[in-house]
């Protein structure tokens, strides 16, 4: 490597690394929880991954440049030109996800997405546990979204398998290693390369108070304020 040329950048924001680590952390948590039949644990990660989904949404539009959409969301032509070159569409490095990488990032989010969102409505088979919109459907359409909801893990599931074959495909035939920018959040590139713009803390609070505010209000059962609890009827 040409010391000369080469520059380290910070690449991946705080937010998007405490996302990708939370998801590590929380998914595998998800599935132990369920199968433990802890479902009142289960339940209260699941609003965790409320929070931590819908901030990550909102940070694709308000964060740091490598973090929005717009950065690595790319149209067939800038896939087509990335497999043919392995580089950006202006010649460079990719800088951030490349536009291949950026359809597992959407698939796994919107599983994701999707998910947590399928888990709000479920119902276990005895109508125990039950997430905190499934007043909000009949029994019938909650039986059908939570047997998608099952579906949904599995589908999860071979979007990590890929994912980590992408990680170890790259690391062996490309000799590039992706896993350390999320740790640590900079990367070293063998030519010069412009810094990512970073977001402004005030977008950072923006994002924090609108996926605070989803979270309340899933948890109230989609009340911002709780309603108050039922009159009991105690004359004889």
Excluded: C
Excluded at 165 to 182: F, H, Q, S, T
């Amino acid at each position: 490597m040409d010391q000369n040329k080469s520059r380290t950048i910070r690449l991946w924001d705080l937010p998007v690394r405490l996302f990708h680590w939370s998801v590590v952390l929380l998914v595998p948590a998800m599935w132990a929880t369920y199968k433990a039949g802890k479902m009142d644990l289960h339940i209260k990660l699941g609003l965790a991954l409320v929070f931590i989904v819908g901030f990550r949404i909102l940070w694709g539009f308000l964060g740091s440049e490598s973090a929005r959409f717009t950065s690595f969301v790319k149209g067939p032509g800038a896939i087509r030109a990335y497999l043919r070159s392995g580089r950006a569409g202006n010649g460079g490095p990719v800088v951030g996800h490349n536009p291949l990488g950026a359809l597992s990032v959407l698939g796994l989010l919107g599983l994701m997405a999707a998910q947590v969102t399928l888990g709000l409505f479920a119902t276990d088979t005895d109508a125990t546990y039950s997430g905190p919109l499934n007043y909000w459907v009949g029994s019938d359409l909650a039986e059908t979204l939570t047997e998608l909801h099952e579906i949904g893990f599995n589908l999860i599931v071979l979007m990590v398998v890929i994912h980590l074959g992408a990680i170890i495909y790259y690391a062996v035939a490309k000799k590039e290693r992706l896993v350390p920018p999320m740790v640590t959040g900079n990367k070293t590139y063998d030519e010069p390369v412009a810094q990512p713009k970073g977001a402004p803390l005030w977008r950072l609070a923006i994002a924090l108070v609108l996926a605070g505010g989803l979270t309340w209000w899933v948890y109230h059962g989609g009340h911002f304020v709780p309603p108050p609890p039922p009159a009991y009827d105690i004359s004889y």
